[in-house]
Nanobody, 123 residues
Framework: VQLQASGGGLVQPGGSLTLSCVASGISLSGRTMGWYRQAPGKEREFIAGVSSGGLTDHVDSVEGRFTISRHNAKDTTYLQMNSLKPEDTAVYYC??????????????????WGQGTLVTVSS
């Protein structure tokens, strides 16, 4: 699988960004797509997932501010990020569940993460 995330950049606190990620090399039918992030000095963490049927899940730290979606025909997932905070600064990655669970959380991500896209929230 190849994962290409894009859309990151520098944004002021309170601002918005939309990330995109295209997955290729596998069939996404029935597979959950999701977003992770890795802040400096921290481990990579799951933040949002969307099942092939459109069920979504967001972790508490981004609930109400971030919204995940997907366009199945384009093999793409999006992450709309609003009300950004300095603590959202991280490299953002997407991934796909190797298993077809129907749940909006990734059980087993692929090992190939791609380069990710850097989001910096700073004034």
């Amino acid at each position: 699988v190849q994962l290409q995330a894009s859309g990151g950049g520098l944004v002021q606190p309170g601002g918005s960004l939309t990330l995109s990620c295209v997955a290729s090399g596998i069939s996404l039918s029935g597979r959950t797509m999701g977003w992770y992030r890795q802040a400096p000095g921290k481990e990579r963490e799951f933040i949002a997932g969307v099942s092939s049927g459109g069920l979504t899940d967001h972790v508490d730290s981004v609930e109400g501010r971030f919204t995940i979606s997907r366009h199945n025909a384009k093999d793409t997932t999006y992450l709309q990020m609003n009300s950004l905070k300095p603590e959202d600064t991280a490299v953002y990655y997407c991934n796909v569940d190797q298993l077809r669970t129907g749940r909006p959380r990734i059980t087993r991500p692929y090992k190939s993460w791609g380069q990710g896209t850097l989001v910096t929230v700073s004034s």
